[in-house]
């Protein structure tokens, strides 16, 4: 269902690798609620998805950019005013990588150059982004940027490894540029902290089912998913909450607030009998 809630509204997408992935799922609905936008991500990302696809279907330009390079956001920026016509009103920012992870260096033996490379690209980006935005002057008065965040980087989620950093690292980066986003420009800066979500980039996780089924039993809502989070964007790419800023939003059925569920205290019942 639509409500035109971005109706003349522009934007920059980044991370919308397949359909599975949030920051799709996002594109698709800023489209039903009347925005526009271009999608991003690193020339090698697009080469292993399907952003393509979604281009056509919501009538999107892609504009490749490496968001661990200046010169490539910069270029970002200029370009999307160009082609969409004006100033941004929002700007989603959902891309996450470790390299630690994917080779399988476990949190205690880590390869620091793989460390520096994962925060580069999960956390310092969004101040990267953030910056070439501000300091171009790119955002109307009222926007909205969001980053999408987990869990992981206030409670210890051992097989989530050194992304558990990379994502307290980008809830850090929020509030701080947040406050001068909003101060001098009037725009806003949060995240939301997601259910585990079977996205591509969530899969690569070791012990991630796990993760998802563990969430499930101890939210009293149940996971929320991807287009769940999807929504939860939209409304703050609105007018909605145009004084909502400088959060950290969870969006995971409750689970944040949870001590024990009764789901889970039956499963280890059951394991005693």
Same mark, same amino acid.
């Given at each position: 269902?639509?409500?035109n809630l971005?109706? !003349?509204?522009?934007?920059?997408?980044?991370?919308?690798?397949?359909?599975?992935?949030?920051?799709?799922? /996002?594109?698709?609905?800023?489209?039903?609620?009347?925005?526009?936008?271009?999608?991003?991500?690193?020339?090698?990302?697009?080469?292993?998805?399907?952003?393509? #696809?979604? *281009?056509?279907?919501?009538?999107?330009?892609?504009?490749?950019?490496?968001?661990?390079?200046?010169?490539?956001?910069?270029?970002?920026?200029?370009?999307?005013?160009?082609?969409?016509? !004006?100033?941004?009103?929002f700007v989603?920012?959902?891309?996450?990588?470790?390299?630690?992870?994917?080779?399988?260096?476990?949190?205690?033996?880590?390869?620091?150059?793989?460390?520096?490379?994962?925060?580069?690209?999960?956390?310092?980006?969004?101040?990267?982004?953030? #910056? *070439?935005?501000?300091?171009?002057?790119?955002?109307?008065?009222?926007?909205?940027?969001?980053?999408?965040?987990?869990?992981?980087?206030?409670?210890?989620?051992?097989?989530?490894?050194?992304?558990?950093?990379?994502?307290?690292?980008?809830?850090?980066?929020?509030?701080?540029?947040?406050?001068?986003?909003?101060?001098?420009?009037?725009?806003?800066?949060?995240?939301?902290?997601?259910?585990?979500?079977?996205? /591509?980039?969530?899969?690569?996780?070791?012990?991630?089912?796990?993760?998802?089924?563990?969430?499930?039993?101890?939210?009293?809502?149940?996971? *929320?998913? *991807?287009?769940?989070?999807?929504?939860?964007?939209?409304?703050?790419?609105?007018?909605? /909450?145009?004084?909502?800023?400088l959060q950290?939003?969870?969006?995971?059925? !409750?689970?944040?607030?949870?001590?024990?569920? #009764? #789901?889970?205290?039956?499963?280890?019942?059951?394991?005693?009998?």
């Amino acid at each position: 269902m639509s409500y035109n809630l971005l109706k !003349g509204k522009r934007g920059i997408i980044f991370g919308a690798l397949d359909e599975n992935s949030i920051a799709w799922k /996002t594109a698709e609905r800023v489209h039903e609620e009347g925005g526009s936008f271009v999608l991003t991500n690193a020339p090698i990302a697009m080469r292993m998805g399907s952003i393509n #696809q979604l *281009a056509e279907k919501t009538n999107s330009q892609i504009i490749p950019a490496d968001a661990t390079k200046v010169e490539d956001l910069e270029n970002l920026v200029d370009k999307a005013q160009e082609i969409l016509g !004006g100033k941004l009103d929002f700007v989603l920012h959902s891309i996450g990588m470790s390299v630690n992870v994917r080779k399988g260096n476990h949190y205690t033996d880590m390869n620091y150059d793989f460390t520096t490379k994962g925060w580069d690209v999960s956390a310092v980006s969004f101040h990267k982004t953030m #910056q *070439a935005l501000y300091k171009k002057d790119a955002m109307n008065e009222w926007g909205s940027i969001v980053a999408l965040t987990y869990m992981a980087a206030q409670r210890v989620f051992p097989d989530y490894n050194d992304m558990a950093d990379n994502k307290a690292y980008l809830e850090s980066i929020a509030r701080s540029f947040g406050y001068f986003f909003g101060k001098d420009k009037k725009v806003r800066v949060n995240t939301i902290s997601q259910s585990p979500t079977p996205t /591509t980039a969530g899969q690569g996780v070791k012990g991630f089912d796990g993760f998802i089924a563990y969430a499930e039993k101890m939210s009293p809502l149940g996971n *929320a998913t *991807a287009i769940d989070c999807a929504n939860y964007t939209i409304s703050l790419f609105s007018d909605l /909450t145009k004084r909502v800023t400088l959060q950290n939003l969870y969006n995971d059925g !409750g689970f944040s607030n949870m001590g024990v569920s #009764q #789901q889970v205290m039956e499963t280890f019942t059951k394991d005693m009998d």
